[in-house]
């Protein structure tokens, strides 16, 4: 069956960084753009950054540019969101979602950034 599994959340202080992974399997992950979103408590989940299904293209939100990168590895049905520079407002549930011919989300990890 589809399964999309994060890991790599925690807690972690202002300035500090994670890397976040999801692990996917069940369905051919290299034609599936794949998501980072996040949703923090009281608020609507938002899109953090996307990643076309070869890796060419990547977007992102304008809160996380130029600290957040997102990278995939094919090979091995991973996808990454590297955190640098955390700031408190980005303590949140990150999910990892595929797109393709159909859309599949993950549980989601929790990151909790605090002093």
């Known amino acids: 069956q589809v399964q999309l599994v994060e890991s790599g959340g925690g807690l972690v202080q202002p300035g500090g960084s994670l890397r976040l992974s999801c692990a996917a399997s069940?369905?051919?992950?290299?034609?599936?753009?794949m998501n980072w979103y996040r949703q923090a408590p009281g608020k609507e989940r938002e899109l953090v950054a996307g990643?076309?299904?070869?890796?060419?293209?990547?977007n992102y939100a304008e809160s996380v540019k130029g600290r957040f990168t997102i990278s995939r590895d094919n090979a091995k049905n991973l996808v990454y969101l590297q955190m640098n520079s955390l700031k408190l407002e980005d303590t949140a549930v990150y999910y990892c979602?595929?797109?393709?011919?159909?859309?599949?989300w993950g549980q989601g990890t929790q990151v909790t950034v605090s002093s």
């Open positions: 990643i076309s299904s070869t890796g060419g293209m990547t």
């Open positions: 979602r595929a797109s393709g011919f159909r859309v599949y």
């Open positions: 069940g369905f051919t992950f290299s034609s599936y753009a």
